[in-house]
């Protein structure tokens, strides 16, 4: 016999966080409720069979039409396969296949992952330019009371709705690894913790991407491009001092000291 | 016995949660078990919703698969041995992802149960190249034709003379 617990199979969804609550004391960080999104096979086609893909081209802009379906392809709910095949289906020319190359990225990684195994937790390549990381992630960014509107606003959207777009997580990466000196480890581990689509492989080289230790230099914006795909949404009313106010020139050899 | 007889059971994990699975898909009729890592959970943060929504995975496959599907809190491998027991299986079917855990709940089942028998199937792949891999420009330039088109690049070196 183990010492397992138990639990049924068909909890309807407002028993659901009491009663998982109950089973999970102790394994879990926050408070137990549902999810921004339902999970499930039957709720994922739902997901996909909405998404047409219309708009796909300005996918870069938070107000993007992106698909969404990244957590339900993180546990299984959906297939790599079945997904390129509606995109293929309702999607056309260069939105299609951009769609198609961003889906890929995720058979990357998972091949990655399959080739370096729990390497992949720790720096595959040396940072491109001398960085000088901290291991700690620093309570003010945790706790979304860093000053910086769009700072927060990204902590606050990862711990809310458990899924961020693609430019918040690049901009939000490249902020604390870059502006504040963290080692990649503390965000991925802030990044799994919350994300519905957190896993080892997309989450970890994604960060280290940034980091520039699985690329060949480190990703970073400035205020202009902040401004530019969020719609103005921080930039028109922020009073604070922009740590990202100057041309990529200035900010590589600010945060870089050379060129990298 | 026949394949037909041999009693089977099912390890469903977190990167597994569709009636779509392989393991589940090669096993339509028999007992299906998740188990959320007691040991892991302790040692891992995450947040509730992910755990939610996990359950939600579970929850759905239950609903449309004709086999029965249990849920645990415990260690993996304990878990697996005590339900593969518990259904006199002679065949755990899993689909294997590529985390350092799997592997470690795979060794610790061997481990406690040698005479049961690891069925490990394969993950769906969105590409056949099965090459090294160190920058995904290079990747995507290898399975462009088959990912936009859905067939696999006819890269074989022709033989022959011409």
């Not at chain 1, 790599?80 to 995109?87: D, F, P, S, T, Y």
């Not at chain 1, 992952?113 to 992630?137: C, F, I, M, S």
């Not at chain 2, 993950?123 to 088959?146: A, H, I, M, N």
Request: hydrophobic share 40%.
């Amino acid at each position: 016999m183990t010492d397992a617990l138990r639990l049924p199979p068909d909890l309807p969804d407002d028993q659901l966080p009491r009663v998982l609550g109950e089973a999970l004391t102790g394994l879990y960080t926050g408070e137990p409720r549902l999810p921004a999104r339902a999970g499930g096979r039957t709720a994922g086609l739902a997901a996909l069979h909405a998404w047409t893909g219309e708009g796909y081209a300005g996918r870069n802009f938070l107000g993007g039409n992106v698909s969404r379906l990244s957590m339900y392809l993180r546990h299984g709910m959906l297939g790599l396969r079945e997904v390129a095949a509606h995109a293929r289906a309702v999607m056309r020319g260069r939105e299609r296949d951009e769609f198609l190359r961003q889906l890929t990225w995720a058979e990357f990684y998972r091949l990655v992952l399959r080739q370096e195994g729990a390497r992949v937790l720790g720096n595959l390549e040396d940072p491109k330019y001398p960085a000088r990381w901290t291991g700690t992630l620093p309570d003010d960014v945790r706790g979304a009371r860093t000053g910086l509107p769009c700072a927060d606003a990204w902590v606050t959207h990862l711990i809310r709705d458990g899924w961020l777009h693609n430019h918040e997580r690049l901009w939000f990466a490249a902020y604390l690894v870059h502006w504040r000196g963290v080692d990649w480890r503390a965000g991925y581990a802030l990044f799994r913790e919350h994300l519905l689509d957190g896993d080892i492989a997309n989450n970890a080289l994604s960060w280290q991407w940034v980091a520039s230790t699985f690329s060949n230099k480190p990703y970073f914006m400035n205020q202009e491009n902040i401004d530019r795909f969020s719609g103005g949404r921080w930039c028109r009313t922020c009073r604070a001092a922009c740590p990202f106010r100057a041309s990529y020139g200035e900010l590589e050899t600010q945060l870089f000291g050379t060129q990298p | 016995m026949t394949a037909a007889q041999v009693r089977r059971v099912v390890w469903v994990h977190g990167d597994s949660l569709s009636v779509t699975d392989p393991a589940l898909s090669a096993c339509p009729d028999a007992p299906a078990l998740f188990v959320f890592d007691r040991p892991f959970l302790q040692a891992v943060p995450v947040a509730f919703p992910r755990l939610a929504f996990m359950y939600q995975g579970v929850r759905d496959l239950a609903a449309h698969r004709p086999g029965p599907t249990e849920l645990r809190v415990g260690a993996v491998p304990d878990e697996l041995a005590a339900f593969a027991a518990a259904h006199h299986a002679a065949e755990l079917h899993v689909t294997r992802n590529f985390t350092p855990d799997f592997a470690r709940i795979v060794d610790g089942l061997r481990a406690a149960r040698p005479d049961l028998r690891v069925v490990i199937h394969e993950p769906e792949r969105l590409t056949s190249f099965d090459g090294p891999l160190r920058r995904f420009f290079g990747f995507w330039k290898k399975v462009e034709r088959e990912v936009l088109h859905g067939e696999p690049a006819p890269d074989f070196p022709r033989r022959g003379h011409r």
